[in-house]
């Protein structure tokens, strides 16, 4: 069973407006994390927000937030007043296991990604 | 520079070749991962480093991939005998270690491609 799935291979979105890249996990681990990334075509991954599963509120991170629903497994990332460089691809990845600060490390389990176009 | 670097950035192989990409991290990086990331998906652990100590080598797709970091900074990530579907771009990750923001550094990649 997949891990991570982005069921999104592709997303377009008009300029200023928001636009949410969806994420499902699968792990029987209680401490787990979830990231995501940003990669344009230049390829460097870009950390974007980061959820522990114990965190009691949504991540925000300036203009990305994630949507965490811990019972459906699902951490989508809301991304709000798109810009053109916002184009990209999005992974969602996971950690199993407890963080760096307890003892474990970041192992992350990719998913396929969701292409985002950002139009003017 | 202040972030990961790689190189080479590009490596075209013929097959049955030997391949070392190497991983420069962050300075004072305690953590280092390589991962492969094959055309259309997203990356792929492939082994793990706490200082010099590999500590997870889980990952690595068969006994021609050999990665190292004996002094506990710079990586070098080997690929003995190349086949054609090694062909992908190997990424370096580096992290402060037990931090608790969790943010791992990727480097630029290094696109491997086998003839």
């Known amino acids: 069973a997949q891990k991570i799935t982005q069921t999104q291979p592709g997303m377009f979105v008009q300029e200023k407006e928001a636009v949410t890249l969806d994420c499902t996990y699968d792990?029987?681990?209680?401490?787990?994390?979830l990231f995501w990334y940003k990669q344009p075509s230049s390829g460097e991954m870009i950390f974007l927000i980061y959820q522990g599963s114990y965190d009691q509120q949504n991540a925000t991170e300036g203009r990305y937030s994630l949507n965490f629903q811990k019972a459906r497994k699902s951490a989508n990332l809301v991304i709000s007043a798109s810009q053109l460089g916002d184009s990209a691809m999005y992974f969602c990845a996971m950690r199993e296991g407890p963080p760096p600060a307890r003892g474990g490390y970041n192992k992350l389990i990719f998913g396929a990604g969701t292409r985002l176009a950002v139009h003017p | 520079g202040a972030g990961v670097s790689q190189s080479p950035r590009y490596k075209v192989a013929k097959r049955g070749q030997d391949v070392a990409l190497r991983c420069d991290p962050i300075?004072?990086?305690?953590?280092l991962f390589w991962y492969q990331q094959a055309l259309g998906q997203g990356p792929e652990f492939l082994t793990y480093f706490q200082n010099e100590a590999q500590l997870d080598k889980s990952g690595l797709p068969s006994d021609r991939f050999f990665a190292e970091r004996p002094e506990g900074s710079v990586s070098t990530l080997k690929i003995q005998r190349t086949q054609q579907e090694d062909s992908a771009v190997y990424l370096c990750?580096?992290?402060?270690?037990?931090?608790?923001?969790?943010?791992?550094?990727f480097g630029p990649g290094t696109r491997l491609t086998v003839l």
């Open positions: 300075s004072g990086h305690v953590s």
């Open positions: 792990t029987s681990d209680p401490s787990y994390g």
């Open positions: 990750a580096s992290s402060k270690g037990a931090d608790l923001y969790n943010e791992q550094f």
